[in-house]
């Protein structure tokens, strides 16, 4: 029960990230979001049953808009839970509020560790909105310094899923060349990093730093840029030995992207000595078919460290149809979770969704199923609804709680607060049940409570006894 909020809000932030890609197009989106299960490892099935039928009158109201989400949800027409969260600046509000529970209390945290994370543990979520830009400033920065390395080359290589190049530039220094290009370019790569990753969350942005400034060249630094007929960029090869956080590794790097034709990016990344490496691959090709564009490919992720081997690979087939005064998007993402070693893990998981896309907003399903061999462990469906809106009314807080001085007793009592906002209902609703499904329901939700350790929790306040505890009588005599 803990972390049912957390999952609630969760849900509100997924709905939410939805929406995203369509925001530009207006001030804001409202919409309603609900939740379908058909199956969930752990669960029998009266306790998945009494899920269905609790879940089939809830919904999630949401709102995105330019440095501002909200989600309310709602058990019919009652209002269970309001989360409004805010970005301004450097920092980050929740306003939180559990009607009959929890006054309207607002928490204070920074970017780098917003309140839904401090309460919820929920990591923050990225926004790489200024990452691509940021590479492609990366790329020039590097290009100033190799200039007078610059040979021009004809030479007829195709790149897969995205053309031929008709000519090439070539770039070829030595480890010492190399070296000295990186650090006269450094400071200013450092720059443009932190400020393309400023959506990122902080160990990602310090990751980055952390590699650049340790970065140096071992070997000969290869650099490609491969063109097309209009002596356009069409793609990009690097080789070269290089020392990236004490570790000593080679790159091999294929990228290349027309927008319509495909996106080709293959990258080897292994150690020089041993067998640790890293792998990636994604290949999608762009066509059109009867006014349809369609994405049609696959990606791979494999990594192997001591011992250790983990593989994600799956394939992308979308397609973007004419649809009224919209466009429908269908078709089907995979993935496939390989973990040997120390960790043994195999789950197949599917994303399908099916949105009408129209009028700045979205409307439709999104399937995700889960599976291990043939035994098909979860299948969930999100139900969106979406359209450009006004943001809802702002609640004047009744309470107001800093976390960015709290010290750790005091950031654990606040998100223990907060967790436990939502017991009151959860025990009201439980009550409606059958008695034999109640407990069946408490049983399987306490196998998971058990298994992340919750269970020896001191509760936050002492209520006494209540429904769900079990007391023996201290007079056994007749």
Request: aromatic share 6%; with cysteine; proline share 5%.
């Amino acid at each position: 029960m803990r972390r049912c909020l957390c999952r609630v809000l969760a849900l509100g932030l997924a709905g939410i990230c939805l929406l995203s890609p369509v925001l530009a197009e207006s001030t804001g989106l409202v919409g309603e979001a609900r939740l379908e299960i058909a199956a969930w490892p752990d669960l029998a099935r009266e306790s998945l049953e009494a899920m269905q039928e609790w879940l089939g009158g809830l919904s999630l109201k949401l709102y995105a808009g330019e440095g501002r989400s909200a989600v309310t949800l709602l058990d019919g027409g009652r209002e269970v839970l309001a989360a409004d969260s805010r970005q301004t600046g450097g920092e980050n509000s929740l306003l939180l509020e559990v009607p009959g529970s929890l006054a309207p209390t607002l928490y204070l945290g920074t970017l780098d560790a917003p309140p839904l994370q401090t309460l919820f543990g929920a990591p923050a979520l990225p926004d790489p909105a200024g990452v691509p830009e940021a590479l492609g400033r990366l790329y020039e920065t590097l290009l100033e310094g190799l200039k007078p390395f610059e040979e021009s080359q004809a030479t007829r290589t195709t790149i897969k899923r995205v053309g031929r190049a008709e000519s090439r530039l070539n770039y070829v220094l030595s480890a010492e060349e190399a070296n000295a290009v990186w650090q006269a370019a450094l400071p200013r790569l450092v720059e443009i990093v932190q400020q393309g990753a400023s959506g990122l969350p902080a160990a990602w942005r310090e990751a980055a730093a952390q590699a650049l400034s340790t970065l140096r060249f071992t070997g000969k630094l290869t650099l490609r840029r491969l063109l097309d007929e209009a002596r356009g960029d069409l793609g990009l090869q690097v080789t070269a030995g290089i020392e990236v956080l004490g570790e000593a590794r080679k790159v091999e790097f294929t990228a290349g992207y027309q927008a319509q034709t495909g996106l080709y990016i293959k990258f080897n990344f292994p150690a020089a000595r041993g067998r640790d490496s890293l792998e990636a691959l994604v290949s999608l090709a762009f066509s059109q078919k009867e006014g349809v564009s369609l994405v049609k490919g696959d990606y791979s992720l494999a990594q192997a460290k001591a011992g250790d081997k983990r593989s994600l690979k799956g394939k992308a087939d979308l397609a973007l149809a004419p649809e009224g005064g919209g466009m429908r998007l269908k078709g089907t993402l995979t993935a496939q979770a390989r973990y040997s070693g120390s960790v043994t893990l195999k789950r197949d998981h599917l994303l399908a969704p099916d949105l009408l896309l129209e009028s700045g907003g979205a409307a439709g399903a999104l399937k995700w199923t889960e599976a291990e061999g043939k035994t098909l462990l979860r299948d969930l469906t999100v139900r969106l609804v979406a359209g450009p809106g006004a943001a809802p009314p702002e609640k004047a807080p009744q309470a107001r709680v800093d976390l960015r001085e709290a010290n750790p007793a005091a950031r654990e009592y606040a998100a223990r607060q907060a967790a436990e906002a939502l017991v009151p209902y959860l025990m009201e609703k439980t009550l409606q049940m059958q008695e034999d499904t109640r407990l069946l329901v408490l049983h399987d939700w306490g196998r998971v409570r058990r298994a992340l350790a919750e269970s020896s929790m001191e509760p936050l306040h002492n209520r006494g006894p209540g429904a769900f505890t079990v007391t023996e009588d201290a007079d056994t005599l007749p």
